[in-house]
């Protein structure tokens, strides 16, 4: 028994760790409740590898108990989070098992909700192979690409624009374009590229949950191309609303907390246009679009796919090294980030000419920007930052320009062109000429 912990759906939970001769370490989270109860105690020990029958079974609970009593004795317990991302008072950010503070990093206890995911969450190989890698983005045409790994930094930003959520769909009709290999980009950040990665075959209600425990984390989802349009459009309010699905609890009348709560970025990549999708069950589904950028992201034509492979392949071994310095920064100087926030978003409002109802747009571009341009600082990456902030700009003024040619239904063209034609309408009845 590691720890006490206080966990806002259970209260008193334990953290116990497990030494196998031949599978290493692992750990599993008990209630107080269930160390008690011997047919749920059991339960749980057995599905983690413990088998004990008879007698040992008492043994073993009357350990748990008397460790748990020694640690009641000699230390508090201590607050088990459920979400991952900035704490609520802004003095750390919480990434996987590590509590990142201006004066450090120390451990933080794991919850049900984070525990499976902690394992993904850590850092692996060596940060200098991880730059180079990255830096391919710095090459010229590769500012859609950047502007997108951007976002992985500029998501943790995302709480202070006072916008819950936003959708960056990365879009090419071809394959081999890179739009997946961006997702492992922004996922490397934190941890490992490939399992972080959510896909449209992952229920609608784990996605939600999945979001809730990263809450500050950049969400990727790799290729919604068939994900059906009623539900993409779910995904796109969802996203943008900060929060999941309330619930009551099961036994009693009464709600659950609603620890699913977000404030981030979701970048995802497809072959089809996320406003296509949308466009074939509305009209002119405008809550939604202006909620969306989908940069175009084209085959390189200097690329050799071979060498891309290789090159790109070395994040699935080397990744997680970036967002400590980075997380470091941002809680050790929140206010000069702040400033710096304010002064990239008056420069992209003013360059794109933004108006009120394109604010997630502006704030879209200024957290990217703002993010890639202190991570830059800190020497995590060597991508120019300048022309990422014009194609943002250009992005921008072109998805107005589209979205103004879908705001003319083909209904109105009709109406209009029948209006203004009415005397000169030949009306034909449907009898047979005799």
Known sequence: VVKRMNDPDHGDVMLLRLHLPKDGVREFIMTARESIAKEKFMNIVAGHGITVLGKKQDTLMSYVAKWSEELQATSQAEKAHKQFGWLDDESAILVGDREIRATGTVYSPPSAPTLPIIPLLQPKGDFHVWKDTINAYAREDMEARAFAFFMGF??????FTNLDGF????????????KTTVLHAINSIYGRPKELLMSPKDTYNFRMQRLGTLQNLCGTIDEITNMPPEQ????????TSGKGKNRMKSQENAERLNHSKWSLGV????????????????????????????????????????WSKN?????MNNYGHAIEPYAGALVSQLPMVLAKMREIQEKVDKEAQI?????????????????????????????????VFNYAINLIKETRLRNREYMFDSD???????????????????????
């Open 412 to 434: 109105d063209y009709l109406g209009g062109f029948l209006q203004r034609h009415f005397h000169e309408t030949l009306v034909i009845n449907g009898n047979r000429d005799g």
């Open 267 to 306: 970048v995802t990549s497809s072959n089809r246009s996320v406003t296509d999708s949308l466009l074939s069950i509305k009209s002119f589904p405008e809550g939604e679009l202006m909620r969306i950028l989908e940069p175009q992201i084209k085959v390189d034509a200097y690329d050799d796919p071979t």
């Open 232 to 239: 993409m459009s779910n995904q796109v309010y969802d996203v």
């Open 167 to 178: 959708l960056l769909n990365l879009l090419s009709r071809e394959s081999g374009s890179g």
């Open 355 to 387: 108006k009120n109802t394109e604010r997630y747009w502006s704030a879209m571009a200024t957290i990217a920007i703002t993010g890639g341009a202190i991570a830059k600082t800190l020497g995590l990456h060597d991508i120019p930052t300048k022309p």
């Open 311 to 315: 090159h790109f392949g070395k994040l």
């Open 154 to 159: 500029g998501s943790l930003l995302m709480r």
